[in-house]
């Protein structure tokens, strides 16, 4: 199956910085999707990008098929962005979902 | 509020109970998953139903039941549980293959 990684595994900023979250995968997709996870567990949508670039407010992301990476950025962090983000694929030739492991964000006041 | 209510939020169970995780989304969407969700792992998919019928059931053990009544509602039987099905299940729609919408969760724990 396919294979997604998620870079870092763990991040930490001060309240204001910008930061660049990445996800690889190891095939085709057809349906990329960026979660937040809030602390009481629930996935929010942040953006469904199989391709190309969107922005929403203060997160943007870009997924470059081709080369089998999206990014996803965001600036002037606030304490209310902490949480784990998690990239989801489906592969081109697949009907599920595949998670990566998420990167856990923490930022301090 | 995403369009995927969850009940209940929070469960607590003894081994040998029998209780049902309740799933229904107002989207008009035609897929419905579960997924289940352990500390320090990733996401795993459980079950997918797409037009009330079960299109994918990834080796779960048979001590969680899924049911589709209609493309609205999920359920997630659950009975004889060990401690190591506790953890966060999480319901999603999609229409079709497409963007995937998640609820609020069931925090489960199992004594």
């Known amino acids: 199956g396919i294979q997604v990684e998620q870079s870092p595994p763990d991040l930490i900023l001060q309240e204001g910085a910008n930061s660049t979250l990445r996800c690889n995968f190891s095939?085709?997709?057809?349906?990329l999707q960026w979660f937040h996870q809030n602390p009481w567990g629930q996935l929010i949508n942040l953006f469904y990008?199989?391709?190309g670039t969107k922005q929403n407010g203060r997160l943007s992301a870009t997924t470059v098929a081709t080369e089998r990476y999206s990014l996803l950025y965001i600036s002037s962090s606030q304490t209310t962005d902490s949480g784990v983000y998690f990239c989801a694929v489906k592969e081109t030739s697949g009907s599920r979902l595949t998670f990566g492991e998420g990167t856990q964000l923490t930022v301090n006041p | 509020e995403t369009g995927v209510t969850q009940t209940p939020r929070h469960l607590v169970m003894g081994m040998t109970n029998k209780k049902s995780l309740k799933c229904e989304q107002h989207?008009?969407?035609?897929?419905m998953y579960w997924y289940k969700q352990s500390a320090k792992k990733p996401l795993e998919l459980m079950f997918v139903?797409?037009?009330?019928?079960?299109?994918e059931n990834n080796s779960v053990p048979s001590r969680f039941s899924p049911e589709c009544p209609n493309s609205s509602h999920l359920f997630l039987h659950l009975h004889t549980l060990q401690p190591e099905d506790s953890a966060l299940y999480l319901c999603?729609?999609?229409?079709?293959?497409?963007?995937?919408?998640f609820g609020e969760g069931s925090r489960l724990t199992v004594l």
């Open positions: 989207l008009g969407h035609n897929a």
């Open positions: 990008i199989p391709s």
């Open positions: 139903y797409s037009l009330e019928e079960r299109v």
């Open positions: 095939d085709s997709v057809n349906n």
């Open positions: 999603a729609s999609s229409l079709f293959t497409g963007e995937l919408f």
